[in-house]
């Protein structure tokens, strides 16, 4: 077989708002799971979110920032379980769709989709490919880039072609929180986590471990490889921008919080 090329393709997708409506219509049944805002990282506002969570989708900006961090990733060996479902992104503006995908393909073992729907058929025929596989399949998958192209041109702000955010995705696999972005070479673990402590541990790796917010310097007083994840109560979480974390992906009753999504 022929190596598939790492570098992005040509085609380019409209990009999606922060409006998870179609997964409905793709084969994730409204009584498995729901969508919820974040609207803040405050006790308070986390509080509001259904429980347990199986995954967080977060929309940051695109910085020189990001970009030094996500190029110094690449030659670094990561080593993850097996079970994590990843892909690259190779088709433009797709990030929102392949951030779902993320979240969707490693809670499959919690969530029951529909059967012969589009994520059904999806997660069946790219289950054995490797991540590249697995992205040029999407990139040539035709009922994904209609539905991806409703969905971007329904929202409630006007597409554009031209955008600096990027979304990307956390789940919980073996006990162990993964970061899933696309455009980097592989998951990153984050360390000891299950739905019960996602929520609280994610919002902390958005803000501080992966450095997303040119406007707050969030690591000047921040030692990573001293926290405890395993323990969110006792980590100190920084002021965020409000609107930075976007998205949250829930279970509406149907897991027990103690029960890891993998």
């Known amino acids: 077989m022929a190596t598939l090329d790492e570098r992005p393709s040509a085609k380019r997708w409209l990009p999606l708002e922060a409006n998870p409506d179609f ?27 259904p ?13 020189a920032k990001t970009e030094e961090e996500r190029l110094q990733q690449e030659n670094e060996k990561k080593d993850y379980s ?17 951030g779902l995908l993320h979240a969707l393909g490693n809670i499959t073992s919690e969530v029951k989709l529909v059967e012969g729907s589009f994520f059904d058929k999806f997660f069946k025929s790219t289950a ?3 991540p590249l596989q697995r992205a040029a399949f999407l990139e040539n998958d035709r009922e994904m880039e209609v ?33 899933l972005d696309g455009r980097k ?37 921040v030692d990573l490889a001293h926290l405890d994840f395993a323990n969110p109560s006792i980590i100190p979480l920084p002021e965020v921008p409000m ?8 279970a509406s009753g149907c897991l ?7």
């Open 82 to 98: 097996s079970k994590v479902y990843f892909m690259k992104q190779t088709v433009g503006n797709a990030c929102g769709t392949i």
């Open 128 to 130: 054995s490919m490797d």
């Open 147 to 179: 539905a991806h192209s409703v969905a971007a041109t329904a929202g409630d702000t006007v597409a554009s072609d031209n955008v600096d955010t990027h979304f990307i995705a956390f789940a919980c696999v073996d006990g162990q929180l993964y970061e």
């Open 51 to 63: 429980k347990p969570v199986l995954a967080v989708l977060f929309l940051y900006p695109i910085t």
């Open 23 to 49: 997964l409905w219509g793709l084969g994730l049944p409204m009584e498995e799971a729901e969508c919820c805002d974040v609207f803040g990282l405050d006790e308070e506002l986390l509080e509001m979110v």
């Open 185 to 221: 070479s592989g998951p990153i673990s984050h360390g000891v986590s299950s739905p019960s402590t996602l929520l609280k541990v994610s919002p902390y790796l958005c803000a501080c471990a992966i450095t997303f917010f040119p406007v707050v310097d969030l690591l000047t007083s």
């Open 243 to 250: 609107g930075y974390f976007n998205l949250q992906l829930a």
């Open 256 to 262: 027990s919080v103690g029960q890891c999504a993998n």
